[in-house]
Structure formats: structure tokens, C-alpha cells
């Protein structure tokens, strides 16, 4: 049956439930727990078909009934199906509705309410506008992962939060995670192999910043403490002092060629040359400023 008709069954059915109680007929909660049987039955329909948005909001039908009976954790679990309906062709309402599930397992179940948290986090992140609030879920996914003792699966969540926080200009709190996470790392034998990563990170962002006063204190002092990989001679210690230098400079030719001889030997990811090329122009930007200040 198409999920059309199965609306309307189901329309039929929560209607018939408001006529109060019946001596031969069925009973209201009868007639609502056939309504939300329906309700699903149209959304997978819908689904199966590729309408997605009609499945979501059949699903949320099927959800707003199962509170109604005192049903919430089938109330949540239609949520959650509303929002893999709505992934793709309503980006809001899945985020909504994924929202208002975890409402639900943050009551029942830490490690499920995390996970789904997660899962909204990296929904929001797939949107350049939504991006800000996938940092603020992937922290709170953390939070709860770390409160559940999953400490792996919260400092994959504080990473991610580090990483789009840096994508969008907010170094701060990205070094404040890539360092926490390093510093908790260290003494770990399953982690201790990411210190490097995450410290490597945490520099380029503070060169980003142009701070050079709080970059030395990190190169020369916090970091070489916690990975030899940040002492000289080292590459990574000899490659971001040098940096360190043409920022402090004012220099974007000295930074660039930097970048590029150390690329040839030592393979960078987008991530990373997307930091150091927007450090770079921040470098020429200010560069062009000094400039005008003399014409």
C-alpha cells in the first residue's frame, strides 16, 4: 500500500481514538497504538519511494502519538527516524529532530545520548553555516562519552570540535583542545602515539593567532616537555620555529618557502595547508597595512 493510504488509515484511526471509551469496540490506547503502527508503515513507504521529507513528518506523527500514550523511548526512536528522512532534504528539521531524541537518551542512556550527539555534531558540520553549533555538539558529545569513561570516543569528539574551531578561525579554543587532549595523551600507551598530531596542530594554530610571545612559550617551553618531536634538531621543532621567524618578521615569502621545503620532504594534509596558507595571508595582509601607513 502506498504511503498515501496508509496516512489516511491512520488519520481515520487517531480520529476514531477521541470518541472516548467503547463496551465492543476497541479502546482508545487500541486505536492510537494502530495509528502510530500506520504512521511508521506510510514513513517507510515514503522512504522507500525517496520522499523523504513525507517520511520525516510521518515518522514525527508516529513520535508525537507514542508521547501521547506515555511511549517515550518509541517517541525517541521515531525521531531518530524522522531524522535519517529528513538528512538529505531537510537539513533543519533532521538536526531538530535529532535534537529532541537526545532530550530523551540523555535521560535513559549517557553512551546512546553521546553517540546520537555525535551523530548530530557531524550533520551540523556538513554546513558551513551550521558549523559553529557542531563544535559547541561535538564538545558535548565529548563531555558525555568522558562522563560514560569512553575516553577515546570523547577525545575523538574533542578533536573534531579542535579541528572545524580552527577551520573557522577560533584558535583558541582549538589549542586549548589539541593541548588538554596531549597533556591526557602523554601517559597513555594507546594514545601517546597522537601527542605529536595534536601538539603539531595546537603550534600551527597558534601561529595563526600571530601571538608570538604565547607560540614561544608553547616551542620552547610547554611542548618539547611532551614530545622530543618539538626539540631541536628535530624537523618539526627546526620547521615551525622557522615559521615562528617569519611570522614574527612579518615575512609570507620567508613563510612560504618555508612550507614548501618542508612539504617536499614531509607530507602535509588539507587541514594543515589550509591553516598555513590563511596564516600566510594573514601575514601579507598586515604587511600591505605597515605599507600604507608610510604612503
Known amino acids: 500500500m502506498d504511503g498515501r493510504s496508509l496516512i489516511a488509515q491512520a488519520q481515520k484511526q487517531e480520529a476514531a481514538s477521541a470518541g472516548g471509551f ?48 506515555n511511549e517515550p523511548n518509541d517517541a525517541a526512536n521515531y525521531l531518530n527516524e524522522a531524522f535519517k528522512s529528513y538528512k538529505k532534504t531537510n537539513p533543519a528539521d533532521a ?28 550533520h551540523l558540520e556538513t554546513d558551513h553555516a551550521t558549523k559553529p553549533q557542531a563544535i559547541k555538539e561535538y564538545e558535548k558529545a565529548g563531555e558525555w562519552f568522558s562522563n560514560d569513561n569512553a575516553e577515546a570516543l570523547a577525545n575523538k569528539c574533542y578533536i573534531r570540535a579542535a579541528d572545524i574551531a580552527a577551520e573557522t578561525g577560533d584558535y583558541y579554543r582549538a589549542i586549548s583542545h589539541y593541548e588538554r587532549i596531549a597533556e591526557v595523551s602523554v601517559n597513555n600507551n594507546l594514545m601517546k602515539w597522537s601527542v605529536k598530531e595534536y601538539l603539531f596542530k595546537a603550534a600551527l594554530c597558534h601561529l595563526a593567532t600571530k601571538d608570538v610571545v604565547a607560540c614561544k612559550k608553547a616551542l620552547e617551553g610547554q611542548y618539547p616537555g611532551l614530545d622530543a618531536a618539538f626539540s631541536p634538531p628535530a624537523m618539526e621543532s627546526l620547521f615551525l620555529k622557522n615559521l615562528l621567524e617569519c611570522v614574527e618578521n612579518g615575512d609570507p615569502q620567508g613563510f612560504f618557502s618555508n612550507v614548501m621545503q618542508y612539504k617536499e620532504r614531509y607530507p602535509l594534509d588539507n587541514w594543515k595547508l589550509d591553516i598555513l596558507a590563511k596564516t600566510q595571508k594573514s601575514i601579507e595582509e598586515a604587511d600591505e597595512e605597515a605599507d600604507e601607513d608610510f604612503t
Open 22 to 69: 467503547s463496551w465492543f469496540g476497541a479502546s482508545k490506547q487500541d486505536k492510537l497504538e494502530q495509528a502510530i503502527e500506520l504512521y511508521a508503515q506510510a514513513a517507510n513507504a515514503f522512504r522507500t519511494s525517496g520522499q523523504g521529507s513525507d517520511a520525516g513528518a510521518a515518522f514525527e506523527k508516529a513520535a508525537a502519538l507514542s508521547k501521547s500514550i
Open 95 to 122: 538536526a531538530r529532530t535529532l535534537s529532541q531524541a537526545i532530550e530523551h537518551y540523555a535521560l535513559t542512556n549517557v553512551r546512546r545520548a553521546a553517540t546520537h550527539k555525535q551523530t548530530l555534531a557531524e
